[in-house]
T-cell receptor, first 115, second 110 residues
Framework: EPEVTQTPSHQVTQMGQEVILRCVPI?????FYWYRQILGQKVEFLVS????????KSEIFDDQFSVERPDGSNFTLKIRSTKLEDSAMYFC?????????????FGPGTRLTVT | RKEVEQDPGPFNVPEGATVAFNCTYS??????FFWYRQDCRKEPKLLMS?????NEDGRFTAQLNRASQYISLLIRDSKLSDSATYLC???????????WGLGTSLAVNP
């Protein structure tokens, strides 16, 4: 069964450093997403991406964040200058493009710890 | 009213019990609804989609009440492996953003 993969599983970084979180979506999906979940809190939408551009982003997704599809398989989330409050689980998800194809499938997540 | 609201629980039930979770949503334009399941420190996994008046998948039944803006999830014959957090998720409308509830925690006891 196809699945979304993410690397690394855990990233520890110092405040102010840049991090890149990587995702490989399901191969025939064309919509990609990043979500985050702070421990004990709900899942929060960050950004959706389609046809090589951002289709929607949340208030959380400020200038410190960027996304990229550098090749035909990877989808990355970059945080330029990490803050303590960026510590969270970051989930990548993907979905198909049909009008009824709204089901999103999630990767196992990257646990980001900012110290 | 919160965008998506769920009773956080926890629900503690014995094996074999039937348990039901409710969820309310605020955006009347929402068209698609989902139940995801999340185990501790794991990713959400799609359990069921609820596109119309409801649907059933084995021991799981989801219902949608558009007039009252709530959806429900019924689990029959609970198993120990059903212990998890159940997340109510609503499609926001004219885009692909999903709005998430905080989740309802279920513990099935032997």
């Amino acid at each position: 069964e196809p699945e979304v993969t993410q690397t690394p599983s855990h990233q520890v970084t110092q405040m102010g450093q840049e991090v890149i979180l990587r995702c490989v979506p399901i191969s025939n999906h064309l919509y990609f997403y990043w979500y985050r979940q702070i421990l004990g809190q709900k899942v929060e939408f960050l950004v959706s991406f389609y046809n090589n551009e951002i289709s929607e982003k949340s208030e959380i997704f400020d200038d410190q964040f960027s996304v990229e599809r550098p090749d035909g398989s990877n989808f990355t989330l970059k945080i330029r200058s990490t803050k303590l409050e960026d510590s969270a689980m970051y989930f990548c998800a993907s979905s198909g493009t049909g009008t009824e194809d709204l089901e999103q499938y999630f990767g196992p997540g990257t646990r980001l710890t900012v110290t | 009213r919160k965008e998506v609201e769920q009773d956080p629980g926890p629900f503690n039930v014995p094996e074999g019990a039937t348990v039901a979770f409710n969820c309310t949503y605020s955006n009347s334009a929402s068209q698609s609804f989902f139940w995801y399941r999340q185990d501790c420190r794991k990713e959400p996994k799609l359990l069921m989609s609820v596109y119309s008046s409801g649907n059933e998948d084995g021991r799981f039944t989801a219902q949608l009440n558009r007039a009252s803006q709530y959806i429900s999830l019924l689990i029959r014959d609970s198993k120990l492996s059903d212990s998890a957090t159940y997340l109510c998720v609503v499609h926001a409308g004219n885009n692909r953003k999903l709005i998430w509830g905080l989740g309802t925690s279920l513990a099935v006891n032997p």
